[in-house]
């Protein structure tokens, strides 16, 4: 080291040399003490990202958040399907678009709810809400990070990201991003959804997939945007200035959805995917996921709306209709322009003019009629969104029941309401009159024909609209009865537009088609004086604008509650699937067979989830009454035993009786006095109110007999067992012996009565018998097997029971009559009607008829159409007629007083 031996020199380069060593000692201790102070900083720990906000951001930063999304709605039901997610599982939330927005909403809005809410977001970056301790952090790891490794910190390969998902932490990972593509197949970079099923391969804790989806506005999207929609986005996906917009200028018309949860370790337990590499899996549970979420998005806002001449378009020069065309031209000799002319008339005639506006419109009138002349409306928000979810899988066919001009009012708003879209409406031509016609038309309601005999070229028409409507994913509100019910119960299926649908299936139209039977009834119907005087035998009154001015008057009485019940939606593919078959191959026999299949089918679904009402069990229990004078201790007696009779099968009861049934009845029944539908007949004065006597309004008959109709379904079985046991004769008998005449009566009245055609007359009994003993009607034989014994008690219940099948007996007996007293070439088909009704009346004045109520022109046909296809058409049938009206006379002498 020395260039020179001198000390001198020496202690030069040993003083120099001293002062190196002490610097590199001074450096290294420095570094040291900033490596201990980063270490410190950082808690040892180079995983400080921006896509993790902690729980914990600041009490200013809560609250700036916390208003600014006060106004979107999470609805409860929605807030229930997190609830219901098993604990100890990793929960990831999942969105289409990736949004600082969302996040931060979903963050903010969950925390305040106290449900698991996302901390990490899948490559989010969360700059602004940090505390200001977490960004100095930040930035010193990255930092420092860079500094020792010249590459930025990973939370995927660092293990970060699935270490914090094993310790519990939620996340939201998005699905689309700009440039996703791009990032995960060219730069290679982690997929998360890849990256997921990874972590979920190696650890037994299953990871839940939650799928949210937010709306800025329920309208359908058009297929022609507006410059609005180009400047700021669409409402599906609105830019940022359109988005804050909407949120201060409408806060409650921003809401949350939350689709079905995905299980992602029973997807890759699946038999098919258990081979699959995790790349595939990664793009199918992508794909899967784009699909439930706009799948979901589609049954809120409806199919994308197109111009009517677009519709029009589409339909008037689709193939098939245009081959029809050619041949309907070339058969009546007419030029093919007036051919397609008059195919467009039609198709005017027919269509929807579906608009938002007037819907909107509608929606707040509809829902002023609601709580103006009803005391609100009853619905279970479990029922309706089993049928949201299954509107997923394919066009919802919404089938109710038809009881009233509120019916297609009342459920359209119910959907509107709940964020579905309003279906298109099977309507009468004979609404479409103005000015409701339009409105009508406005709201989704397109028009039909009662009949298109001899209308060709219009079914055709009608046929490719539905097409149409069914292959743009439009749901369908339909009446299976064909019209309103004037009888109260429900009128046998109507199968014309069923099998328009099952051939508009079968044509490829959609994939699936999901029938919701739907229940709508009421305390009290509007139309109760014309369908009294329809059933007295007046004429229907046309629909027209002085019927709507004359309305108004309604709005100053009170009907009591609106019920609408949903039972469970029938999928046609898992219909099809449970027979192994499928619609393509089906002749056209086998086809009208499932048609009539599902008709009944959905007509005993929608008597299922009837709902029974005070006004339908008070009147079931004065028109089964034994004397012609009652007390109110008399009829309560009945009133019990029904009750007791619709517990035990499970029967849904209105709110009312739910509450205090005693209240609920002697309420009704004290209305139906004031209403004079039943009288007082003086008693002794001093004697106690319910010793005294009641007596029928023979003018009123027909209106409590409407209101018994609504419930008598659920009494039917145990009517034609009761029924058969009487006719049995016999105080010990086995269930055996009432296989056969129980058969017979549900046969008789298979015009009359739907019932479950998967269940077997042996399976009624056996149900009836059951629920006999339970109210000590019947009791067990204590030896014999499969025999019981008839109390004295229940002798008079089964009058009770078997007395709702008096008035159809009397009926069918009015017909057979006029059928043993005119021979067949004498009966004009088209004055038979009115001939039985005229016969009907002499019969009731000789007293020969007890029950008003069986002058009824619906009976008189349902009796016509059984006995025409049983063989008797006149007087010439003796043997026929002669076993009938045996039958009958039999039934009737045990149902008489």
Same mark, same amino acid.
Request: hydrophobic fraction near 45%; charge should be positive.
């Given at each position: 080291m020395t260039s020179r031996p001198s000390a001198h020199g020496g202690q030069k380069i040993a003083f120099a040399g001293f002062n190196m060593t002490e610097s590199k000692i001074k450096g290294r201790k420095f570094s040291n003490r900033v490596r201990r102070w980063i270490d410190t900083a950082l808690q040892g720990t180079h995983n400080h990202y921006t896509c993790y906000l902690p729980g914990k951001i600041g009490f200013l930063s809560s609250v700036i958040l916390k208003l600014f999304f006060s106004g979107i709605k999470v609805n409860k039901d929605q807030s229930l399907i997190l609830e219901k997610i098993p604990k100890n599982t990793i929960i990831v939330y999942t969105n289409k678009f990736k949004s600082n927005f969302e996040y931060l909403f979903y963050y903010t809005r969950y925390k305040i709810n106290g449900l698991p809410y996302p901390e990490i977001g899948f490559d989010h970056r969360?700059?602004?809400?940090? $505390?200001?301790?977490?960004? %100095?952090?930040?930035?010193l790891s990255y930092l420092d990070y860079i500094y020792h490794n010249k590459t930025l910190p990973d939370p995927y390969k660092s293990g970060y990201i699935r270490q914090e998902l094993i310790n519990g932490r939620s996340t939201l990972l998005s699905l689309i991003e700009k440039k996703g593509f791009y990032r995960r197949f060219v730069k290679a970079k982690t997929d998360p959804i890849q990256y997921l099923i990874e972590i979920q391969k190696s650890i037994d *804790? $299953?990871?839940?997939i939650i799928p949210q989806l937010m709306f800025f506005?329920?309208? $359908?999207? *058009?297929?022609? =945007?507006t410059i609005i929609d180009i400047l700021f986005g669409t409402e599906g996906k609105p830019g940022k200035i359109r988005r804050l917009v909407t949120l201060f200028k409408n =806060?409650?018309?921003? %809401?949350?959805?939350?689709?079905?949860?995905?299980?992602?370790?029973?997807?890759?337990?699946? %038999?098919?995917?258990r081979e699959r590499s995790i790349e595939y899996l990664s793009l199918v549970l992508r794909r899967d996921l784009l699909l439930q979420m706009n799948r979901h998005r589609h049954s809120i806002t409806g199919p994308v709306l197109k111009s009517m001449e677009e519709l029009k378009q589409s339909i008037l020069t689709k193939d098939r209709l245009q081959s029809f065309m050619e041949q309907y031209s070339k058969k009546h000799d007419i030029p093919i322009q007036q051919t397609h002319k008059k195919a467009d008339s039609y198709l005017d005639e027919i269509a929807a003019k579906y608009n938002m506006s007037i819907i909107k419109i509608m929606a707040t009138l509809v829902m002023w009629i609601i709580y103006t002349m009803f005391e609100g409306a009853s619905i279970e928000k479990e029922e309706l969104n089993r049928v949201k979810t299954m509107s997923q899988k394919g066009p919802l066919i919404l089938i109710p029941s038809h009881k009233s001009h509120i019916d297609y009012l009342i459920l359209s708003y119910i959907l509107f309401n709940n964020n579905m879209p309003c279906p298109h409406i099977a309507a009468g031509k004979n609404l479409s009159f103005w000015p409701l016609g339009p409105l009508f038309r406005s709201g989704g309601a397109f028009f039909i024909r009662r009949t298109f005999r001899?209308?060709?070229l219009y079914s055709r028409v009608f046929t490719e609209y539905i097409y149409k409507l069914l292959e743009e994913g439009f749901n369908i509100e339909l009446f299976i009865e064909g019209g309103r019910s004037?009888?109260?119960k429900l009128l046998m299926p109507k199968l014309g537009f069923l099998s328009i649908l099952l051939n508009a299936y079968k044509n490829g139209a959609c994939d699936d088609l999901i029938f919701v039977p739907i229940f709508i009834g009421y305390d009290r119907i509007l139309e109760e004086r014309s369908y009294l005087h329809e059933l007295e035998g007046g004429k229907k009154e046309k629909e027209n604008l002085s019927q709507v001015l004359k309305a108004r008057k309604f709005l100053k009485k009170s009907y009591g509650r609106i019920y609408i019940k949903f039972h469970d939606s029938i999928s046609l593919n898992e219909l099809l699937s449970k027979d192994n078959t499928s619609l393509k191959e089906m002749t056209l026999k086998e086809q009208n067979a499932l048609c009539r299949n599902l008709g009944h089918r959905i007509i005993n679904a929608i008597n299922n989830v009837t709902v029974v009402t005070p006004h339908a069990l008070v009147a079931s229990a004065i028109l089964t009454c034994s004397k012609k004078r009652f007390s109110s201790d008399h009829m309560m007696s009945h009133v019990e035993t029904y009750l007791n009779y619709l517990s035990s099968q499970g029967a849904r009861l209105a709110d009312t009786l739910l509450l205090d049934s005693m209240h609920a009845v002697e309420h009704v029944f004290d209305i139906y006095v004031q209403r004079k539908f039943i009288e007082r007949i003086s008693s002794n004065k001093g004697s106690p109110s319910s010793e005294a006597q %009641?007596?029928?309004n023979e003018n009123r008959r027909l209106i409590l007999e409407y209101y018994k109709n609504n419930c008598i379904a659920f009494f039917i079985p145990a009517a034609f067992t009761a029924l058969t046991i009487l006719e049995n004769d016999a105080f010990q008998f086995s269930a055996s012996d009432l296989h056969s005449g129980y058969a017979f009566i549900q046969e008789f009245f298979k015009n009359e009565f739907a019932y479950d055609v998967d269940k077997t007359s042996e399976y009624f009994v *056996?149900?009836?018998?059951?629920?006999f003993i339970d109210d000590a009607i019947l009791m067990p034989h204590p030896v014999l097997p499969d025999t019981y014994n008839l109390t004295s008690a229940g002798f008079r219940k089964l009058k009770i029971f078997s007395r709702f099948l008096k008035t159809p007996f009397e009926s069918y007996w009015i017909v057979l009559n006029f059928f043993m007293r005119n021979p067949q070439n004498h009966i004009n088909t088209k004055d038979r009607l009115k001939k039985i009704q005229r016969r009907g009346d002499r019969m009731y004045k000789r007293k020969e008829i007890e029950h008003k109520e069986a002058l009824s022109k619906i009976n008189y046909q349902n009796a016509i159409d059984y006995f025409t296809t049983h063989g008797i058409k006149g007087s010439d049938d003796t043997e026929k007629i002669e076993y009938y009206s045996e039958a009958i006379q039999k039934y009737l002498s045990h149902l008489s007083l």
């Open positions: 969360i700059y602004m809400w940090q $505390p200001v301790s977490r960004i %100095f952090k930040i930035v *804790r $299953p990871i839940y506005s329920k309208k $359908p999207t *058009r297929n022609i =945007p =806060p409650g018309k921003v %809401f949350v959805e939350i689709s079905e949860p995905i299980n992602l370790k029973a997807f890759i337990e699946i %038999f098919e995917n001899g209308a060709a004037r009888t109260g %009641f007596l029928v *056996r149900k009836s018998i059951k629920a």
